[in-house]
């Protein structure tokens, strides 16, 4: 059961207009973003800085849900979104579940790799080390190496609240069209 209730949109014009941002963003409103809307203000921040580094950035959409789905990991409700579009991205079953399991799963290019490592080493709070590093700079620019380290952070923050707020998972109506909202959506 969630422990912050989710706010009704029409409760003030507030909420309103920060509930009508994050659906125009994302194609839909979360059950956890509709827990954040208790501070429409932060909520309408914290959707538009999602929003950017989900659809924005300079990696692709496989490399970004890859850097989500490394973070995420542990948190089911975090899985559960964005494995599915991980999924849907030509992940297989097994890689899926190595990397579920903190392991960089086989099979996958250099990049993505060093992109898997790279993710696990910035989660884990502990400094980078210089291979890690240079691993990930074989592949990506300077620019995407933050941009990959800001997401990563956006999600560590999301699933702080979520663990903290317990939001009930999305129902596969709400999951389903968030996936083919993304899907339609031009992707890099």
Known sequence: MAKLPQVDPASSPDVAAAFAHIEASRGYVSNLMRCLLHSPAAA??????GHFMRFETDLTERQRELVICATVRGVPY??????????????????????KDGKVPQGLPAEEQALCAYTFAFTACGGLSDDVLDAARRHFSDKQIVDASLLSAYFMGGGAVITAFAPELDPPDSMRAERE???GRPHR
């Open 44 to 49: 309408k921040a914290h959707g538009t800085y």
């Open 78 to 99: 975090g899985w559960a979104h964005h494995g599915q579009l991980l999924a849907q991205l030509g992940m297989s079953p097994a890689q899926m579940a190595e990397l």
């Open 181 to 183: 909202w993304q899907t």
